[in-house]
């Protein structure tokens, strides 16, 4: 079975199993999908596609969030004396400021609109990245390794762009190197422990896949 079929197959399979558990995805990164298939999610980043409605939707809260933070910025910037008139407008900013926040959060977890579509497959051929140029522009985002051909396993650093969002220019990341070339990168962005926790399982999986 040629790299295309069997990475098209795998990301098949764990798509339609995130669908139908999703409640059961939250709080984890490496799913066990059935079949001998795995997804490990980039959680803690941005990595959620986005449909024409979505975008539709949420386009004017970044902008109604600008203008929030703006009103008070510029006043006391400017001509703003400190009394209880311009605190209850800082105040009433902030409370919309959050607000708007929870909102987008909220509108984030409707699949409908921004469906889980990016993450790394483990099957029983191999293992394949499923991300857009947009995410990882200066690799291969589809990158794939069959299991013989692994050649290394090594955490580092890497730059995944939607980060920038986040103040991050690089993520911490589990890189699995090819004899041939291609580097599976799976990004993750977590508090330290569960990070560890994640990435011990993550290579545990690997290494018992590996020949020999």
């Known amino acids: 079975m040629d790299n295309e079929n069997w990475t098209s197959k795998n990301y098949?399979?764990?798509?339609?199993?995130?669908?139908?558990?999703e409640e059961e995805i939250q709080t984890r990164a490496v799913i066990d999908c059935g079949k001998g298939v795995h997804a490990i999610l980039p959680k803690g980043l941005p990595?959620?596609?986005i449909r024409f409605h979505g975008l539709f939707m949420i386009a004017p809260l970044p902008i109604l969030m600008a203008c929030v933070i703006f009103l008070p910025l510029s006043g006391f910037?400017?001509?703003?004396?400190?009394?209880?008139?311009?605190?209850?407008?800082s105040a009433l900013c902030l409370l919309m400021l959050a607000g708007l926040?929870?909102?987008?959060?909220?509108?984030?977890?409707?699949?409908?609109?921004?469906p889980r579509a990016y993450f790394v497959t483990l099957g029983p051929e191999g293992l394949a990245m499923h991300f857009s140029r947009i995410h990882f522009p200066a690799t291969h985002p589809k990158a794939?390794?069959?299991?013989?051909?692994?050649?290394?396993?090594?955490?580092?650093?890497?730059?995944?762009l939607p980060a920038l969002l986040?103040?991050?220019?690089?993520?911490?990341?589990?890189?699995?190197?090819?004899?041939?070339?291609?580097?599976?990168?799976?990004?993750?962005?977590?508090?330290s422990s569960i990070l560890e926790e994640e990435f011990t399982q993550a290579e545990a999986l690997i290494q018992q896949h590996l020949p020999g």
């Not at 098949?12 to 558990?21: I, Q, R, S, T």
């Not at 926040?101 to 921004?114: A, E, H, P, S």
């Not at 911490?172 to 508090?191: D, E, K």
Request: aromatic share 8%.
């Open 47 to 49: 990595a959620l596609k």
């Open 101 to 114: 926040i929870r909102v987008i959060l909220v509108m984030l977890n409707n699949r409908d609109m921004f």
């Open 12 to 21: 098949d399979h764990a798509d339609a199993y995130l669908v139908e558990h």
């Open 144 to 160: 794939c390794i069959a299991w013989k051909d692994v050649k290394s396993v090594q955490r580092a650093s890497s730059f995944f």
């Open 77 to 89: 910037l400017g001509e703003w004396e400190v009394n209880m008139t311009t605190l209850g407008i």
């Open 166 to 191: 986040l103040g991050r220019p690089t993520v911490p990341a589990l890189q699995i190197v090819s004899r041939h070339g291609p580097v599976v990168t799976i990004p993750m962005l977590l508090p």
